[in-house]
């Protein structure tokens, strides 16, 4: 299993960022998978899933209405459109196989929120 | 939500004793859907421990997990300093999904 995060980097407060996350080595289309954060010196936070083939999606109350989570299953890939970032989305943000726990996680890509 | 407590903060043990690491949560896990995790510096996380006593795979059986309900426990036998990290518990019998806020363990 290999899950590659891409898209991180510096951004104001209330800009926008999309991450992506490729996925191989496992049948991505049946798998459930979400995104997973983590502040700078803090702990990990669950941000959002989604299901494999339904595309039945979750998320933290803090990010509902800001962020979007979807998938493209024909590209292995998941995705994250974050938008009016807040100082408090910086982290660390990893993708994950999910199945209500993360059995595989990528390296992650760093998100930095500010002016 | 379900708030998930771990306890000690930090846990400073010699090579080859025992740690025992608690996870406490504010109502009963559905289906004692409770998973633990390591983390190194610099590294993500790995799943050790899913269904509170089932070792993930390739994890060595020195990592154990027990516990029901509310209370928790992640053991770690015959501890070396490789071991050294954070563990994290995850609760997911419950929306949303939440996670303890570690327990750093330290190797003497």
């Known amino acids: 299993v290999q899950l590659l995060e891409s898209g991180g980097g510096l951004v104001q407060p209330g800009g926008s960022l999309r991450l992506s996350c490729e996925a191989s080595?496992?049948?991505?289309?049946?798998?459930?998978m979400a995104w997973v954060r983590q502040a700078p010196g803090k702990g990990l936070e669950w941000v959002s899933g989604?299901?494999?083939?339904?595309?039945?999606?979750y998320y933290i109350d803090s990010v509902k209405g800001r962020f979007t989570v979807s998938r493209d299953n024909s590209k292995n890939t998941m995705y994250l459109q974050m938008n009016s970032l807040r100082a408090e989305d910086t982290a660390v943000y990893y993708c994950?196989?999910?199945?209500?726990?993360?059995?595989?996680w990528g390296q992650g890509t760093l998100v930095t929120v500010s002016s | 939500e379900i708030v998930l407590t771990q306890s000690p903060g930090t846990l400073s043990l010699s090579p080859g004793e025992r740690a025992t690491l608690s996870c406490r949560a504010s109502?009963?896990?559905?289906?004692?859907?409770l998973a633990w995790y390591q983390q190194k510096p610099g590294q993500p996380p790995r799943v050790l421990i899913y269904?509170?006593?089932s070792r993930a795979t390739g994890i060595p059986d020195k990592f154990s997990g027990s516990g029901s309900g509310t209370d928790f426990t992640l053991t770690i036998s015959r501890l070396e300093p490789e071991d050294s990290a954070v563990y994290y518990c995850q609760q997911y019998g419950g929306s949303p999904r939440t996670f303890g806020q570690g327990t750093k363990v330290e190797i003497k």
């Open positions: 080595g496992f049948s991505f289309p049946t798998h459930g």
């Open positions: 109502q009963s896990v559905s289906g004692n859907n």
């Open positions: 989604i299901s494999g083939s339904t595309t039945d999606t």
């Open positions: 269904g509170a006593f």
């Open positions: 994950a196989k999910w199945d209500g726990y993360a059995h595989d």
